[in-house]
């Protein structure tokens, strides 16, 4: 929270240096800049008070909208935008018309020039007009009104309803014990100040009416652990045939592991890491293997940890198991399909939480390759999902999902 609110106070300060030359431009006193201040207080307000909220519990934020806090948030991530746009629009602007503009206050002469507009002789009143008329139409406006239009869609889809897609998996040489088996993935909830404990609740509803063999959960579980325990008691109230099983995530690592441990070793839910358990079903056995996240947090640059903890995992394995690896990152993908693991299942993207067409937006950037659905190699797949929840409510053709996979 102090993190948060310092890089808050740091951007506004950048924000309000480009209001200020803003300003400069249409000759207007800085007084106006009293009227940002006290928005941003009135941000900062709304901030602390819903932060206080939630680390006491009280009914105010249990019971009551956060549309003013989240729009007020967003509201100041696209003054800071739109000014930036703005005055980079501006810089643009004069450097194409090759104009110069006469300024008779010395001072502000001075502080224009600074922004890298040359001063000169005067053009003329009408001629200085028109230039703000044209600057105008050709697009400063337009960068705050297509940014909310965005923002407000994004944030929509943020709070609509989770998708609970159904995933048929296809195998060539799959037991019959194991065929039908219905698994359910949750994985990046975030439960904290966006997602709330009765959106929890109302996942696990619907999952008891789904007759689950297996419900696996890929991390970053809880964000706000004044929630844990009335996360993980609300989980324990699903009973699949066959349990429950969890993984970490980086979340759990950043904001400390013990907890957590506690918590599900409370409610006796296994949490796997770099650790496997055989299950066996009919005449086969059916693994479930937990990669530990320790690679996202002190470890991320520590060149082969990963492979590391995923041979560490696979080690509890059976040649002729089923294999079922949980890993809040894809990128274990590779190592997946070098040692024929059926089935990976994995989070942390979010699915970049913009989609196009079912798959993410991102997809191929940077040599991300599996952001988001369904992927295979021969006899293994990945399904990397968007996350049951974010950390940051915007999503475009990206919701929030819990998959149900059926195995055939």
């Not at 003054?79 to 008779?104: E, Q």
């Amino acid at each position: 929270m102090i993190v948060r609110y310092l890089l808050i106070v740091f951007f506004t300060f950048i924000n309000f240096l480009l209001l200020k030359k803003i300003l400069i431009y249409f000759g207007k006193n800085f007084k106006y800049i009293l009227k940002y201040i006290i928005f941003f207080i009135f941000i900062s307000v709304i901030t602390f008070v819903y932060s206080y909220s939630i680390s006491h519990h009280l009914e105010f934020y249990l019971k009551t909208s956060r549309a003013v806090f989240i729009f007020s948030e967003i509201a100041y991530i696209l003054s800071f935008i739109s000014l930036s746009l703005s005055l980079f629009y501006l810089k643009i602007y004069y450097h194409f018309k090759n104009k110069k503009v006469f300024l008779p206050d010395v001072k502000l002469r001075d502080k224009y020039e600074a922004i890298g507009v040359v001063c000169g002789e005067k053009l003329g009143e009408k001629h200085i007009k028109i230039t703000r008329r044209d600057f105008i139409k050709n697009g400063a406006l337009a960068f705050p009104l297509i940014s909310m239009a965005f923002s407000s869609k994004g944030v929509i889809e943020a709070y609509s309803s989770t998708s609970f897609p159904r995933i048929k998996l296809k195998y060539k040489k799959l037991p019959d014990s194991l065929k039908g088996l219905k698994i359910a993935q949750v994985s990046d909830l975030h439960l904290g100040i966006f997602i709330t404990l009765n959106y929890w609740q109302d996942i696990i509803n619907y999952l008891k009416k789904q007759n689950l063999d297996l419900l696996l959960l890929t991390g970053d579980f809880v964000d706000e652990y004044t929630l844990l325990d009335d996360a993980v008691k609300i989980l324990s109230q699903i009973k699949p045939k066959y349990g429950i099983y969890s993984s970490s995530g980086n979340h759990e690592y950043s904001r400390g592991i013990s907890p957590v441990l506690r918590a599900f070793k409370k409610y006796k839910i296994p949490y796997l890491r770099s650790k496997g358990k055989r299950i066996k079903i009919g005449e086969s056995y059916l693994f479930i293997g937990g990669v530990d996240d320790l690679y996202g947090v002190g470890y991320k640059f520590r060149k082969g940890y990963l492979k590391k903890t995923f041979y560490k995992t696979i080690k509890y394995a059976q040649s002729d198991d089923f294999k079922i690896l949980m890993s809040h990152r894809y990128k274990v993908f590779k190592y997946s399909t070098e040692n024929n693991i059926e089935l990976t299942l994995s989070g942390h993207s979010h699915g970049g939480q913009i989609g196009f067409n079912g798959h993410s937006l991102f997809e191929g950037v940077k040599g991300h390759k599996h952001l988001w659905g369904k992927f295979q190699e021969n006899n293994s797949i990945l399904y990397t999902t968007s996350g049951a929840g974010h950390w940051f409510p915007f999503r475009i053709n990206c919701p929030t999902e819990v998959p149900v996979f059926t195995l055939e």
